[in-house]
């Protein structure tokens, strides 16, 4: 896989959906028309993160079905909606084996194989916190989980549930929000359970080339601890979870690459575990809601640190970047996504341009394809994928004002990818007003400059170069220049 690689996250369920709706006829994984490989191949993505193809768990898709929340959020996008069209969270994994509805394991290796012939890598979920509520393990082995055995909890009953062996067992929790009520939540203070998750990683590893692993941090030691110590005491293992899993897969898949949803400035803790990416989930939060000085000084983070961050402006979790940001400044922040040093992660309904974000549970999103928004981020991905932007050298710039005392500058991102011959200039007016900045093309041999996204081409006298092109930039207007150097 390249350095600075692009993931495209498919929600499987709801794609194969749309994938039959065309055909006409139930498909599996295995049934998937070339035509889409080869668009992948064409557009340069290096690997597919194929979100929920687990086996679901029936506890989980009828708690689903009967939430209030749930069924209000779809009715809002699509009133009228069928209740048979609600599945199980896809993070409340009964087990690691491939769900019937895609066709099992078998399917999902034809899957695979379609894929790396292309040279595109599988990815796929791995959930290390828990469990769903009704898997088969909770059952068979309950002091694998935060239990207080077949005692009721002396405090918090309402994190717990009653098994039918009559084990009270806690539901998965991040300690910022209520319990996941369909789900079990994992106690790595136990080595049984440290164990057992490691196999179940392993066997995870077999069916693919890559893991994102949700919500990493809570498995952490001390996050374990803060959010549970009332059940588990606070003495910390000597090692982490993920050392040791890690180590595991490594062992038999040296090339296995592992991705991280991380938060609350661990990024780097996990970093140090092993994890290839983490979530840049602070880059989203500045795209989103700061402006382009903050993403500057975040951008300013030491350079390796950076290289393993995995940028985004959508995934499953976070609603749809034409809602979320606005049209233009969707594309813009699209545009700085696609061309930072990292991990470059793009959800196939940003890429198609769906308007409203629905449930992950939710299986039937019917939205037609925004044709422009698609063919934007097509060329995008496209000119992103020129080697310069993957086995260059990346430097973040200061756009330099038209003439001294000149403010609007300032909202307008750079940074430059060298690369042997090539360069190659990024200019991002991230604001909602006009700006305007010079473009110095510092070491240009034949004084020829494409523009690649409008594919323009641009003569320049040696003055000119030197002293830099005014360029003037509507509100979130890219622009992205190669030269030979």
Known sequence: MRNNPHILEVNARSWLKRHERRAGRKLTLADISADFWEKLQRNGFDAVWLMGVWKTSPAAEKIARENADIQAQIHSVQPDFKTEDITASPYAVYEYTVDDYFGGNEA??????????RGILLFLDFVGNHTAMDAPVVEAQPDLFITTGTQPPHIHPDWFFQTKNG????????????????TAQLNYFNPKARDYMTGELLKVANMCDGVRCDMAMLSLNKVQRDTWWEFIGGELPKTEFWTQALNAVRAEHPEFVFMAEVYWGLEWDIQELGFDYTYDKVLYDRLRFANAESI???????????M?????????????????FGREKSLAAGTIIATLPGAR????????GC????PIQYVNDTFAVDEAVEQY????????????FHGGQWALKEAVPVYAGEESCHQILCWQWKQRHTGKLVFINYSDAPAQCRVPFKGITNFKVREEIEGKEITLTPELAAQGCELV?????????????
């Open 108 to 117: 999902l290796a034809a899957f695979r194989k379609n894929l790396n012939d």
């Open 308 to 324: 393993r961050l995995l940028r985004f402006i959508a995934n499953h979790d976070e609603e749809e970047p034409l809602k979320a």
């Open 296 to 306: 500057r000084m975040h951008l300013g983070a030491e350079h390796l640190f950076q």
């Open 167 to 182: 084990h009270y067992i806690a539901h998965g929790r991040d300690p910022y929000f209520a319990p996941w009520t369909d």
């Open 377 to 388: 981020y097509w060329k995008i991905l496209k000119i992103a994928s020129d080697p310069a």
């Open 473 to 485: 930039l509507k509100p979130y207007e890219c622009k992205i220049f190669t030269f030979e150097i």
């Open 345 to 352: 992660l793009f959800h196939l309904f940003q890429l198609l």
């Open 355 to 358: 308007p409203n974000r629905l």
